[in-house]
C-alpha cells in the first residue's frame, strides 16, 4: 500500500503525491518545446527533484534526455579538465543506458583535452545533438551544491556560449537544458561575493524566467487525500482536512507531506485518536503540527543555518514577529530577495510576510529561545 513520503523523489506508484501532470505538461509546452534553457530554483525540498524525475520521464519517448546531479561531485570542480572529464564520464553512463549507436560512444568516450577541456567538451556537445538522431535535453540536479566555483561558471559560460552560436545558426547544442537549485542561478555571484557590481552578473542570463508554481492549492491536496481515502476508507472530511493543512503550509510541498505522514503513521493509533478518522481532524492535524515543530528535521535544520548565514534577513524577520514592523515588499532589495528564495517570505498587500504558519511559528519559538538566553526576555511562549 502506498505511503506519504518525504525523502527524497516521489514514486507515484510507491507514494501519495499531488498530481502534478498539468505543471509537467505546461514545462513541456512552453519551455522544453520551444527551446529554453531555464532553472527550477525553488527553496528547500520544494519539489524540484521530484519535478525533475517526472519531467524526465516525460520527455524520453521523444528526446534524448541526459540527467546528472552535482550533489557530491566535489571532485569534478578543481579544475576545467576534471569538470569536462567527469561530465564526459557521467554523459557516456548516460547515453550507453540510452542506447546510443557505439559510433557515437566511440567519438564521445574519447579522451578529452587537458590543455583546451571546456573547448573539447563543446565539441563533442556539438557532435552529440547533430547526430544522435534526437534532440537532445540536459538536466542537471543540486547545481547550487558547487556553484561558488569558478569553473561552474566557467561550463555556464561554455552553455550560454553554444545556446547563442545555435541560435544564430552557428552552431548546434542542447534544445533545452534545465538547471535545478535553490540559489537563482542568474544572480549566482550574490553567494560569490559582496561587491555590488558582480552581483547580479552570471553567464546564465540566457535563461528564462520559470513561473510555474509548484507550490500545492487546497484543490492539490484533496486530489492526494481522496487518493488516499479511496485505499483506506476511513470516512475523512476530505474538504476540510485539505483546507486546513493548506492553512497552516501555505502548499509548501515537505510541509504538507510531512503533516500528512505524521497524521497517518504517529498520530493515528495512540490514546487521544484511536482510529484513523479520529487522526484525520483538526485535533490530529494540531497534534501532528506539535509534532513537526518539536522534531528534528533537515527543513529546519536548514533553515537555522540559513538565518545565520543571512543575519540581515533574520533581523527582518524579528522585526516583522516581535516589533510588528512592516517592510515593503520590494524583490531587489537582497534581503527580501534572499528571504523569497529560501521560502521564508512571501508577499502579501505589498509587505513581506512569513511564508506560512509552520515557518512562523518556528521562527518564533527559536527566536524566543535566544533572547531569553541572552537575558532579554522572561516571556512564556505557546507552541500552538
Same mark, same amino acid.
Given at each position: 500500500?502506498?505511503?506519504?513520503?518525504?525523502?527524497?523523489?516521489?514514486?507515484?506508484? !510507491?507514494?501519495?503525491?499531488?498530481?502534478?501532470?498539468?505543471?509537467?505538461?505546461?514545462?513541456?509546452?512552453?519551455?522544453?518545446?520551444?527551446?529554453?534553457?531555464?532553472?527550477?530554483?525553488?527553496?528547500?525540498?520544494?519539489?524540484?527533484?521530484?519535478?525533475?524525475?517526472?519531467?524526465?520521464?516525460?520527455?524520453?519517448?521523444?528526446?534524448?534526455?541526459?540527467?546528472?546531479?552535482?550533489?557530491?561531485?566535489?571532485?569534478?570542480?578543481?579544475?576545467?579538465?576534471?569538470?569536462?572529464? /567527469?561530465?564526459?564520464?557521467?554523459?557516456?553512463?548516460?547515453? =550507453?543506458?540510452?542506447?546510443?549507436?557505439?559510433?557515437?560512444?566511440?567519438?564521445?568516450?574519447?579522451?578529452?583535452?587537458?590543455?583546451?577541456?571546456?573547448?573539447?567538451?563543446?565539441?563533442?556537445?556539438?557532435?552529440?545533438?547533430?547526430?544522435?538522431?534526437?534532440?537532445?535535453?540536459?538536466?542537471?540536479?543540486?547545481?547550487?551544491?558547487?556553484?561558488?566555483?569558478?569553473?561552474?561558471? /566557467?561550463?555556464?559560460? !561554455?552553455?550560454?556560449?553554444?545556446?547563442?552560436?545555435?541560435? /544564430?545558426?552557428?552552431?548546434?547544442?542542447?534544445?533545452?537544458?534545465?538547471?535545478?537549485?535553490?540559489?537563482?542561478?542568474? +544572480?549566482?555571484?550574490?553567494?560569490?561575493?559582496?561587491?555590488?557590481?558582480?552581483?547580479?552578473?552570471?553567464?546564465?542570463?540566457?535563461?528564462?524566467?520559470?513561473?510555474?508554481?509548484?507550490?500545492?492549492?487546497?484543490?492539490?491536496?484533496?486530489?492526494?487525500?481522496?487518493?488516499?481515502?479511496?485505499?483506506?476508507?476511513?470516512?475523512?472530511?476530505?474538504?476540510?482536512?485539505?483546507?486546513?493543512?493548506?492553512?497552516?503550509?501555505? /502548499?509548501?510541498?515537505?510541509?504538507?507531506?510531512?503533516?500528512?505522514?505524521?497524521?497517518?503513521?504517529?498520530?493515528?493509533?495512540?490514546?487521544?485518536?484511536?482510529?484513523?478518522?479520529?487522526?484525520?481532524?483538526?485535533?490530529?492535524?494540531?497534534?501532528?503540527?506539535?509534532?513537526?515543530?518539536?522534531?528534528? +528535521?533537515?527543513?529546519?535544520?536548514?533553515?537555522?543555518?540559513?538565518?545565520?548565514?543571512?543575519?540581515?534577513?533574520?533581523?527582518?524577520?524579528?522585526?516583522?514577529?516581535?516589533?510588528?514592523?512592516?517592510?515593503?515588499?520590494?524583490?531587489?532589495?537582497?534581503?527580501? +530577495?534572499?528571504?523569497?528564495?529560501?521560502?521564508?517570505?512571501?508577499?502579501?498587500?505589498?509587505?513581506?510576510?512569513?511564508?506560512?504558519?509552520?515557518?512562523?511559528?518556528?521562527?518564533?519559538?527559536?527566536?524566543?529561545?535566544?533572547?531569553?538566553?541572552?537575558?532579554?526576555? =522572561?516571556?512564556?511562549?505557546?507552541?500552538?
Amino acid at each position: 500500500m502506498k505511503e506519504f513520503h518525504v525523502t527524497g523523489t516521489c514514486n507515484p506508484r !510507491l507514494h501519495y503525491m499531488v498530481d502534478v501532470n498539468g505543471r509537467i505538461e505546461q514545462i513541456t509546452r512552453d519551455y522544453i518545446e520551444k527551446g529554453k534553457y531555464f532553472t527550477i530554483n525553488r527553496a528547500r525540498q520544494y519539489g524540484k527533484t521530484t519535478t525533475m524525475f517526472l519531467l524526465r520521464k516525460r520527455l524520453q519517448d521523444k528526446y534524448l534526455v541526459i540527467f546528472i546531479s552535482f550533489e557530491a561531485a566535489d571532485e569534478m570542480f578543481v579544475s576545467s579538465y576534471a569538470l569536462a572529464a /567527469g561530465l564526459q564520464r557521467s554523459i557516456g553512463r548516460q547515453l =550507453r543506458m540510452q542506447n546510443t549507436p557505439e559510433d557515437i560512444l566511440k567519438i564521445w568516450e574519447q579522451p578529452v583535452s587537458k590543455q583546451f577541456a571546456f573547448d573539447d567538451l563543446g565539441e563533442r556537445i556539438s557532435g552529440l545533438c547533430l547526430k544522435c538522431g534526437r534532440k537532445t535535453v540536459l538536466m542537471i540536479d543540486e547545481v547550487d551544491k558547487n556553484s561558488d566555483n569558478q569553473v561552474f561558471l /566557467g561550463f555556464l559560460g !561554455l552553455l550560454r556560449s553554444k545556446y547563442l552560436a545555435q541560435a /544564430g545558426g552557428m552552431d548546434t547544442t542542447f534544445q533545452s537544458v534545465i538547471l535545478a537549485s535553490v540559489y537563482d542561478i542568474k +544572480n549566482l555571484k550574490l553567494k560569490l561575493r559582496s561587491d555590488e557590481e558582480s552581483k547580479y552578473n552570471s553567464p546564465w542570463n540566457i535563461a528564462e524566467d520559470f513561473n510555474i508554481d509548484l507550490s500545492f492549492c487546497p484543490e492539490d491536496i484533496t486530489g492526494m487525500l481522496m487518493e488516499y481515502e479511496a485505499d483506506r476508507a476511513i470516512g475523512m472530511d476530505i474538504p476540510e482536512m485539505s483546507q486546513w493543512i493548506y492553512d497552516y503550509t501555505d /502548499g509548501y510541498p515537505y510541509m504538507v507531506s510531512r503533516l500528512c505522514k505524521l497524521i497517518d503513521e504517529r498520530i493515528a493509533g495512540t490514546a487521544d485518536f484511536p482510529k484513523k478518522k479520529d487522526a484525520w481532524t483538526k485535533e490530529g492535524g494540531l497534534e501532528a503540527v506539535r509534532l513537526f515543530l518539536k522534531e528534528p +528535521n533537515t527543513l529546519f535544520d536548514d533553515m537555522v543555518k540559513k538565518l545565520y548565514e543571512y543575519p540581515e534577513v533574520k533581523d527582518m524577520l524579528c522585526g516583522i514577529l516581535f516589533r510588528g514592523t512592516r517592510y515593503s515588499f520590494e524583490i531587489n532589495n537582497p534581503s527580501i +530577495n534572499v528571504g523569497v528564495m529560501f521560502g521564508f517570505v512571501k508577499e502579501r498587500e505589498n509587505a513581506v510576510a512569513i511564508a506560512n504558519r509552520l515557518f512562523e511559528t518556528k521562527m518564533y519559538n527559536l527566536f524566543l529561545s535566544e533572547a531569553e538566553l541572552e537575558g532579554k526576555s =522572561r516571556v512564556s511562549f505557546e507552541v500552538v
